[in-house]
């Protein structure tokens, strides 16, 4: 069974549309995690969730908005796509902080 | 803001060599996590280390934590191409989203 899903796993859409990309896990874990991965491969946090409460919200421009439903889920709603945010979304989870995360595979967003 | 540096960035090897990637920084951690990202797939964790001076060794891969705890290293014995793949170095700080940071990674790519 699939610990962390994500979807879609592609996605292709033109500035200035509202996208969401979904997230569920089924490992039990309390915490959640956006990434974001550019081109040049580097992996930059976004947010991070702990049992449905928001806890780590990086720089990010308020068209990303992250819901979380209940500690299994974590979805990512974009609004007003830009060039820019073409990249790969991952999710992750863990139990908390410290320990191991655990990724999704990803999701391809591209901006045309 | 806790930096980490990878280095090097890119390697691509033939079979059977021996290589290291290192990660450096300047502050201290109060552990560290080596994760492998294979193309189109997430990042998977290979070993944490916790204490100063600790060496790990997972099959033909030796970690070693930095005395300081400041620096760490990757080293592959008889590289396969099975290797390939980006390596990802994460640290824990003292800052929350200290906690969050990864190295810009090392794509390594050995050929058969």
């Known amino acids: 069974d699939t610990a962390v899903s994500q979807t879609p796993k592609y996605l292709v859409t033109q500035m200035g549309n509202d996208k969401s990309i979904k997230c569920e896990q089924n490992?039990?874990?309390?915490?959640m995690y956006w990434y974001k991965q550019d081109s040049k491969k580097f992996l930059k946090i976004m947010f991070s969730?702990?049992?449905?409460?928001?806890?780590i919200n990086e720089t990010v421009p308020n068209r990303f908005s992250p819901k979380s439903p209940d500690k299994a889920h974590l979805n990512l709603h974009i609004n007003s796509l830009e060039l820019g945010d073409s990249a790969v979304y991952f999710c992750?989870?863990?139990?908390?902080?410290?320990?191991?995360?655990?990724f999704g595979p990803g999701t391809r967003l591209t901006v045309t | 803001t806790q930096l980490l540096e990878q280095s090097p960035q890119f390697l691509s090897i033939q079979e059977g060599e021996n290589l290291t990637v290192y990660c450096n920084s300047s502050?201290?951690?109060?552990?560290l996590q080596w994760y492998r990202q294979e193309p189109g797939e997430g990042p998977v964790l290979l070993v944490t280390?916790?204490?100063?001076?600790e060496v790990k060794k997972l099959k033909r891969l030796t970690f070693q934590f930095g005395d300081a705890r400041k620096d760490s290293s990757l080293h592959i014995t008889a590289a396969q191409p099975g290797d390939t793949g980006l390596y990802l170095c994460?640290?824990?700080?003292?800052?929350?989203?200290?906690?969050?940071?990864f190295g810009q990674g090392t794509t390594l790519q050995v050929k058969p």
């Open positions: 280390v916790v204490t100063g001076g």
């Open positions: 992750a989870s863990s139990t908390d902080l410290f320990t191991e995360q655990y």
């Open positions: 969730y702990n049992n449905k409460e928001l806890i």
């Open positions: 490992l039990g874990h309390d915490t």
């Open positions: 994460r640290g824990y700080g003292s800052s929350n989203t200290g906690k969050l940071i």
């Open positions: 502050s201290v951690f109060s552990s």
